[in-house]
């Protein structure tokens, strides 16, 4: 019998407003460009029949208004999780690793984290040591599907096959 494999779907934040110096970086909310960046996105995945079974997602208000801005666009469980605001790699591991189990998760979080998770996971990348576009790899709204093994209780470098990777611009 074949081993079941899972999805995971990292989904950058949408862009946040800088206009308010005063706010506290976790309150910091949408711009009106992310706005409608969110819900392309979720019209999207709505479209392409990729919607997660469940969604892990950050607590800061720009990841709460991404989250519902996408699922505008469609029903889904959501489990917001204090750890993934501005989560480092090990911290976004173990996150998956206590992860309900779902056959297709959805992590809504933030850079550098998901940029990180990103390089661990795609297999592809293994072989690179410095990525020349680090800082545009993974801009807002932007989403990479992987391919996991079925246990992501002990991912390694290069477990993830990575299917594809969308950004709002090309949609």
Not at 50 to 59: E, G, K, T
Not at 98 to 123: K, T, W, Y
Request: net charge positive.
């Amino acid at each position: 019998m074949a081993t079941k494999l899972r999805e995971l779907m990292l989904l950058r934040h949408s862009k946040s407003e800088w206009k308010n110096s005063e706010l506290a970086d976790i309150d910091r909310p949408l711009s009106d460009r992310g706005k409608k960046n969110a819900s392309k996105m979720g019209r999207w995945l709505k479209e392409n029949a990729l919607i997660p079974d469940l969604i892990l997602v950050s607590p800061a208000k720009r990841a709460q208004q991404t989250l519902r801005r996408i699922c505008s666009e469609f029903s889904v469980n959501s489990i917001t999780v204090d750890a993934l605001y501005l989560a480092d790699l090990n911290t976004l591991l173990k996150v998956l690793s206590e992860a309900p189990s779902a056959e297709r998760i959805m992590l809504i979080g933030h850079n550098p984290g998901l940029e990180m998770l990103f390089a661990f996971l795609n297999h592809e990348d293994s072989q690179h040591t410095e990525n020349s576009d680090r800082v545009t790899l993974f801009p807002t709204t932007s989403l990479a599907h992987f391919i996991l093994p079925q246990s992501w209780h002990t991912l390694e470098k290069g477990d993830g096959k990575l299917i594809q990777f969308i950004r709002p611009k090309d949609i």
